[in-house]
């Protein structure tokens, strides 16, 4: 069945850096165009970023633009969101998912940014 397992979350000061790991199982990981999504506290979630199945093509939210990088290593089938440059608007339960599928939902990783 299919899983998702966020991990890396944590406390952080404004300006630090995370990185986040999804490791993926269940499914062909390598075939699925897959995506970061963040839940803010009284707020829907968003799309964080996204990459295509081989790797390639990374978008951003425009608020995330130039400060996160989102990742894959199909052989490892995981996915990274390396997260520079934090402020406290970062702070949220971090999920990752396919982009195009509905598929089960992990726990998540919560970032707290806060001095």
């Known amino acids: 069945q299919v899983q998702f397992v966020e991990s890396g979350g944590g406390l952080v000061q404004p300006g630090g850096s995370l990185r986040l790991s999804c490791a993926a199982s269940?499914?062909?990981?390598?075939?699925?165009?897959m995506a970061w999504y963040r839940q803010a506290p009284g707020k829907t979630r968003e799309l964080v970023a996204g990459?295509?199945?081989?790797?390639?093509?990374?978008n951003y939210a425009d608020s995330v633009k130039g400060r996160f990088t989102i990742s894959r290593d199909n052989a490892k089938r995981t996915m990274y969101l390396q997260m520079n440059s934090l402020r406290p608007e970062d702070t949220a339960v971090y999920y990752c998912?396919?982009?195009?599928?509905?598929?089960?939902w992990g726990q998540g990783t919560q970032v707290t940014v806060s001095s």
């Open positions: 998912n396919a982009r195009y599928s509905n598929m089960k």
């Open positions: 269940g499914f062909t990981f390598s075939s699925v165009v």
């Open positions: 990459i295509s199945s081989t790797g390639g093509s990374p």
